[in-house]
């Protein structure tokens, strides 16, 4: 799926009431809009079995690609509470970084999410070349890196020589 390509307009974040990440993107995908949720299998425990369930990668987050004259529309849906602002508007997203987070998804199957800060770095190779980060903690096969993008950041495997201190 190539996310660049879409109704046209641009990226936005929205928050959704928690829990109705798949159901606020569903309803929004029926009504024509271009929505991307990205989600994620994980290995869940019961009191007497485990079982692979299907989460959200961002909690509580889904991204539109809309017009700016589309945005009262998308917060009519029940499971939107509002968008994501940047100095008292709502924050665009560029496609380079949702294709990244896409790219990232696809490429990368054992990742977390976290949200902390520390030492700034850039990726040398990868679906995230040329990107800066922060390092917030690092291991001799794993460096833990923030990306700079929604104020979160993606947790992978990067080697010594894949990144280097800005």
């Known amino acids: 799926m190539n996310l660049i390509q879409g109704s046209g ?3 936005y974040a929205l928050y959704t009431r928690p829990r109705s990440e798949k159901k606020a993107a569903a309803t929004l995908s029926a009504r024509g809009i271009t929505v991307y949720c990205p989600i994620q299998k994980v290995r869940k425990r019961w009191h007497d079995r485990y079982k692979i369930v299907e989460e959200p990668v961002f909690r509580s987050y889904v991204f539109v690609r809309i017009r700016p004259e589309e945005r009262s529309a998308v917060l009519s849906d029940n499971n939107i509470i509002t968008f994501v602002l940047h100095c008292g508007k709502p924050a665009v997203i560029q496609d380079r970084e949702m294709e990244g987070v896409r790219t990232f998804l696809e490429t990368y199957q054992d990742w977390e999410l976290r949200v902390e800060t520390n030492d700034r770095v850039r990726i040398d190779e990868g679906p995230f070349a040329d990107y800066t980060g922060i390092i917030v903690r690092k291991t001799k096969k794993k460096a833990s890196i923030r990306l700079e993008l929604l104020n979160a ?3 992978a495997e990067f080697n010594d ?4 201190k800005v």
């Open 9 to 11: 307009g641009a990226w």
């Open 161 to 164: 020589t894949q990144y280097s």
């Open 153 to 155: 950041y993606l947790v």
